[in-house]
């Protein structure tokens, strides 16, 4: 059994795609700007929720935590959030706030040297109070409405226009 497909229009394609691709290229970028920026927000927003020591919280993990664009293409915009340009040990302390960790001498250092049992792990560490997952997670929504809007300023609301 053989199957053909013919496909019409395909120039029509390929001039739009000449058309916009320098305006959506643009577009990428403003949106990807924008899109980082709301999820930068809601991570700062999220660090030291359920922290049990209030006072702890310094302002040292929000400031080390920034977003910058990396990359740009006629299709796509990378944005990257984290602590990008911090010391070690400011991504150190960001990777354990968010996932947790065991306390010095207790974790994977020593495993092997002595005995551990599963209980005696869970009770020598530190619990994970996520700030960036649950930012990237609340925000897919609203980074979707603005690559949509970004795009809809290109080609309007029924796929017309400059």
């Known amino acids: 059994m053989q199957s053909t497909v013919k496909l019409e229009g395909m120039e029509e394609v390929f001039k739009n795609l000449r058309k ?3 305006k959506v290229s643009k577009a990428n970028e403003a949106a ?10 809601e991570i700062w927003d999220n660090i030291g929720k359920g922290a049990p020591y209030p006072e702890w919280i310094t302002g ?3 400031n080390s935590i920034k977003s910058k664009i990396d990359g740009v293409g ?3 915009a990378v944005a990257h959030i984290g602590t990008l340009d911090a010391t070690k040990e400011q991504a150190i302390i960001a990777n354990s706030v968010e996932y947790g ?3 010095p001498g207790q974790g994977r250092d020593v495993i092997g040297k002595t005995e551990h049992s599963k209980s005696k792990m869970s009770e020598n560490r530190v619990k994970a109070y996520p700030f960036a997952r649950p930012a990237i997670k609340s925000s897919k929504r609203k980074v979707n409405k603005i690559y949509k809007e970004e795009l809809q300023k290109i080609f309007g609301s029924n796929n017309e226009g400059d």
């Open 32 to 41: 990807a700007k924008r899109g980082s920026q709301v999820v930068l927000e």
């Open 74 to 76: 006629k299709t796509f």
């Open 60 to 62: 040292e993990l929000e």
């Open 101 to 103: 960790h065991a306390f």
């Open 20 to 22: 916009y691709g320098d």
